[in-house]
């Protein structure tokens, strides 16, 4: 604490990231970065941009990324914001589209930054408990504040359950909520899940966030962007204006614009991790874990009758890295699990057999 504190720092609790530790040999499964590299494309695009142009400012509306990005989801441009991260671009959201008298909704089990950034613009926020089986229902939020609320944000599929919210339920909901925007986190969509991008042509309501930092293996560039409606984007582009008006560096445009347009390898890569979280999924069920339905690139996974805590630091004598959330209490027992290669998910399932089932742990 300190006296030349502004009033606002005093109350906030900061988001805490995953570990990024430094042991060696280290196995590190916490949190949900791809288990490959970048394609070669990106690489070649990075190296490219060694150069004299690094002394000239970067294009303030990354419009050649955004226009890559639009036509992916065929949209235009002028429905694409750019930001650092997707974790940039939620901050955003939650000052340009989510900050009214009525409480902001999002589930009681979620990404965990989202507390923390309404205590940083002092957002009133209302948690919706997921159901017995860990899921979000669309209908809690239909019947929450008698439907009146200032928005509505949640992951699809969420995190840390890794569980997938249905597109007819979101378009449910989209019909049902038309008063505040609906803002849909797809950062681990491409594991097993479909976009709802398409749905932002209907809904003028609704705003989709993505990630470059799993699928496309660019958690070091920081890149995310939003889609949705021009009136929802200029809302993201007056924020970002009135803070930094060039968020992207030139090697963060240039690798995030290669990684988009390389289809082939996006592909092939998040067809590996679906197959290795398949294979990952029966052998942990085969010891006896339970493992919650994932379209992410983790998974959410607990052994009846032992601590999430206790199996966790066990596997972190092993160099293997796993992140644990200790709060709130009911999910205390999982742990989540990043999909890794299959050599890494193989070295797990072992250390696992080994913790739960050596005499010792009896």
């Known amino acids: 604490m300190s006296r030349y504190w502004s009033k606002v720092v005093h109350g906030l609790t900061p988001y805490v990231p995953g ?14 970065e791809s288990p490959y590299g970048p394609s070669r494309k990106v690489l070649d695009a990075l190296r490219a941009e060694v150069g004299d142009t690094l002394r000239l400012y970067p294009d303030p509306g990354s419009d050649q990324l955004r226009a890559v990005i639009a036509k992916r989801h065929g949209l235009t441009a002028e429905q694409v914001f ?7 671009v939620l901050a955003h959201v939650f000052l340009a589209l989510l900050k009214h008298d009525a409480p902001l909704l999002f589930p009681d089990i979620t990404y965990s930054f989202y507390p923390v950034y309404c205590g940083l613009y002092g957002i009133a926020y209302e948690a919706v408990p997921l159901n017995t089986a860990f899921e979000i229902d669309v209908n809690d939020y239909l019947r929450c504040n008698e439907g009146k609320n200032g928005g509505i944000i949640f992951p699809n599929p969420n995190a840390p359950t890794g569980q997938l919210v249905t597109l007819s339920a979101i378009e449910r909901l989209l019909k049902a909520n038309t008063s505040s925007v609906v803002v849909i986190d797809e950062a681990y969509v491409d594991f097993g899940g479909v976009s709802c991008v398409p ?16 699928s496309r293996a660019l958690a070091g560039l920081r890149v995310g962007y939003a889609t949705g409606h021009p009136e929802l984007i200029e809302a993201l582009n007056r924020v970002k204006d009135s803070f930094n008006s060039y968020p992207l560096d030139r090697f963060a445009q240039a690798g995030a614009t290669a990684a988009m347009e390389d289809d082939a390898y996006f592909s092939a890569m998040w067809q590996k991790v679906i197959a290795s979280k398949q294979s990952l999924v029966a052998a942990m069920q085969a010891l006896g874990f339970e493992v919650l339905p994932s379209a992410a690139n983790f998974i959410f996974a607990r052994f009846p009758g032992r601590d999430g805590a206790e199996i966790a630091s066990r596997l972190r004598e092993r160099s ?26 193989a070295g797990l399932v072992d250390a696992l057999r080994e913790i739960v089932y050596t005499n010792e742990n009896k």
Not at 21 to 32: D, G, S, W
Not at 82 to 88: F, T
Not at 207 to 213: D, I, P, Q, R
């Open 82 to 88: 750019a930001g650092n991260g997707s974790d940039e």
């Open 199 to 214: 749905l932002i042509k209907q809904y003028p309501h609704l705003l989709v966030t993505h990630t470059l930092s799993k």
């Open 19 to 32: 570990e990024q530790p430094t042991l060696p040999n280290l196995v590190k499964l916490n949190t949900n």
């Open 320 to 345: 293997i890295i796993v992140r644990h959330f200790p709060n709130p209490p009911r999910i205390s027992p999982f742990m989540r699990i990043t999909v890794g290669t299959d050599e890494q998910c």
